[in-house]
């Protein structure tokens, strides 16, 4: 029997499967869990639709208390770099609230151009131009 330890990666077998994770027989005898939200990085419904009773999955140990171990398959799996995304760099609150200002002041001067526009111009009808109403 080997020693587990916190942040090792074993092989395991799994002995159980319930709606809240997979029951793992370690090499050493002794028997550790996989929470649902450590199986995979994506969502899991329902967990058997990535684990099969007695299939031999990589685990990493990630707590040991009172004889309770806990696993995970998902961060097992070598990491893969993820593909860099257009992060801005952080930003103060008065900084993001100051870019949105403006860009609300911006879509604002749109809207309006575009209502005046089609409204045939710059305030409206001919009253607006110096006409006077008739009827009135």
Do not use: C, W
């Amino acid at each position: 029997m080997s020693a587990i330890e916190v942040g090792g990666v074993i092989e395991g077998k799994i002995t159980g499967i319930t709606n809240f994770g997979a029951f793992i027989l370690l090499s050493n005898g002794q028997t550790g869990l996989v929470h649902i939200s450590e199986v995979a990085d994506e969502y899991v419904k329902d967990i058997k639709d990535f684990l099969k009773l007695n299939d031999t999955v990589k685990v990493r140990v990630l707590s040991i208390d009172k004889g309770r171990v806990g696993l995970s398959i998902r961060q097992a799996q070598e990491q893969r770099p993820r593909p860099e995304r257009n992060v801005r760099p952080r930003q103060s609150f008065d900084d993001k609230l100051s870019r949105f200002l403006k860009e609300s002041d911006e879509r604002q001067g749109e809207i309006k151009k575009s209502t005046d526009a089609k409204r045939g111009g710059r305030g409206g009808g001919p009253r607006a131009r110096g006409a006077k109403a008739e009827g009135f």
